[in-house]
Nanobody
Framework: QLQLVESGGGSVQPGGSLTLSCAAS????????VAWFRQAPGKGREGISC????????NHKESVLGRFSISGNLANNLVYLQINNLQPEDTALYYC?????????????????????WGQGTQVTVSS
């Protein structure tokens, strides 16, 4: 069964950058959509970006365009989320998640209900 583990979080100053990694084990990501979500204290889970790693087609939440970038490495079974110009409001627990395999959608969607395998999250804290 697919398992996901996030890494790469940490504490950074405003304006800094981080690259988060989502490592999959036991099953290749070739037939899955993988998405990144975040949850800030006291707030709901927010979708950021998703990737159909087999085709390289991705989808971003409009508000994160320009600062967040998703990519994948099928050979290493990894999906990344690069975050630039981090701001205090980006402070949150960041999760990656995978959809059931062989989605019939034309592209991935950034909706939590579409994903059924979740990692435990990696904390990103932005403060001066």
């Amino acid at each position: 069964q697919l398992q996901l583990v996030e890494s790469g979080g940490g504490s950074v100053q405003p304006g800094g950058s981080l690259t988060l990694s989502c490592a999959a084990s036991r099953v290749t990501l070739e037939n899955f959509d993988v998405a990144w979500f975040r949850q800030a204290p006291g707030k709901g889970r927010e979708g950021i970006s998703c990737l159909r790693i087999k085709t390289g087609v991705y989808n971003h939440k409009e508000s994160v365009l320009g600062r967040f970038s998703i990519s994948g490495n099928l050979a290493n079974n990894l999906v990344y989320l690069q975050i630039n110009n981090l701001q205090p409001e980006d402070t949150a627990l960041y999760y990656c998640a995978a959809s059931p395999p062989f989605s019939t959608r034309s592209m991935c969607v950034i909706t939590p209900a579409e994903y059924d395998v979740w990692g435990q999250g990696t904390q990103v804290t932005v403060s001066s």
